[in-house]
Nanobody, 124 residues
Framework: QLQLVDSGGGLVQPGGSLRLSCAGSGFSLTYYTIAWFRQAPGKEREGIVFINSGDDTTYYVDSVKGRFTISRDNTKNTVYLQMNSLRPSDTAVYSC?????????????????WGQGTQVTVSS
């Protein structure tokens, strides 16, 4: 059974850091484009970053660029999202999504699998 498990959320103070994980089970994430989405209370769901399959090229939206970093560890079949300099406005449920035969998109309908979501709260 194909499974995508995201984890690593929690409560952190402004300026702090968290590392989210997106682990694949039953399929290799190497061949999938992986994106992270988030949805804050009362806000629309937004895609914030992707990493392509094949060449591992990345894209970040302006609100997270320079603060967040996406990376792969193929040995662990896991994609990470390192989040630094966190702000209260980063508070949201974060989820990873995987898509095969796609690249360079933050359109959620293009993705095939998704994690259950992990809560990130940035507060004093």
């Amino acid at each position: 059974q194909l499974q995508l498990v995201d984890s690593g959320g929690g409560l952190v103070q402004p300026g702090g850091s968290l590392r989210l994980s997106c682990a694949g089970s039953g399929f290799s994430l190497t061949y999938y484009t992986i994106a992270w989405f988030r949805q804050a209370p009362g806000k629309e769901r937004e895609g914030i970053v992707f990493i392509n399959s094949g060449d591992d090229t990345t894209y970040y939206v302006d609100s997270v660029k320079g603060r967040f970093t996406i990376s792969r560890d193929n040995t662990k079949n896991t994609v990470y999202l390192q989040m630094n300099s966190l702000r209260p406005s980063d508070t949201a449920v974060y989820s990873c999504e995987a898509g095969i035969a796609i690249r360079s998109t933050l359109e959620p309908a293009k993705y095939d699998y998704w994690g259950q979501g992990t809560q990130v709260t940035v507060s004093s």
